[in-house]
């Protein structure tokens, strides 16, 4: 399978040199599922919009610092190309950002919480259980850091995980689009890190709590098999 990474930023310089940067962060996670997966980057954040949807099997869309509501222009491009994958049946998962661009490019609406930041281990309930979910179980936990959320779901969206903190946590739209707020590529001693970094930002409390719920396990190998088994029956499906 090969995979197109719309990487909308970069790790912070401070922390690239211990944990990488995006890119070897995602193809360290789902080589662990399938080895002979092929990665290639389009860095979005700075204007490099593929322009061929079928240049690759199927696409994935990374976290951002950057807000879907930020009115950039690189954005606003992202948003288009995700329309166009949208119309023609191309897979897409989107991670963070990208979950929530994937809304907003369809006709959601995507918000600063009222909850505040979201960081460290995010507990959701599976409220539906998909063929793709393979090996089955009703909870998923991951890493977060996000203070946006999707509040308006697009049309033909369906919620299939979430929480009372982040209702619309994880989405499937149609049979070819995935959506989840968290993000299965971080791990635990970035995570530690990014919210070190970050504690001015999010607040002594919050990064408190976020410190203390990375003592739990963490499903980042279930949720990249869940994904490869998403994209794996999309491809199939669209010939």
Known sequence: MRIGLLQCDDVAPELREAHGNYPEMFAALFR?????????VW?????????????VDAWMTTGSKYGVNDGLAWVDALCDFVR??????????????GHQLMAKALGGEVVKSERGWGVG??????QARAEWMEP?????????SHQDQIEALPPEAVVVG??????????QIGEHFLGVQGHPEFTKAYSRDLMALRRELVGD?????GQSSLATEVDDTLMARWILNFLRRAIAARG
């Open 32 to 40: 662990q599922v399938e080895p002979t997966l092929e990665f290639q």
């Open 43 to 55: 860095r979005c954040l700075d204007g490099e919009i593929p322009d061929d949807i079928d240049a």
């Open 84 to 97: 166009e994958l949208w119309r023609a049946g191309k897979p897409l998962v989107g991670i963070c950002f």
């Open 121 to 126: 281990m995010s507990f959701n309930r599976i």
């Open 136 to 144: 089955w179980q009703p909870g998923l936990d991951l890493l977060v």
């Open 162 to 171: 979430g929480s009372d903190f982040c209702p619309h946590y994880l989405m």
């Open 205 to 209: 409390e919050r990064v408190r709590e």
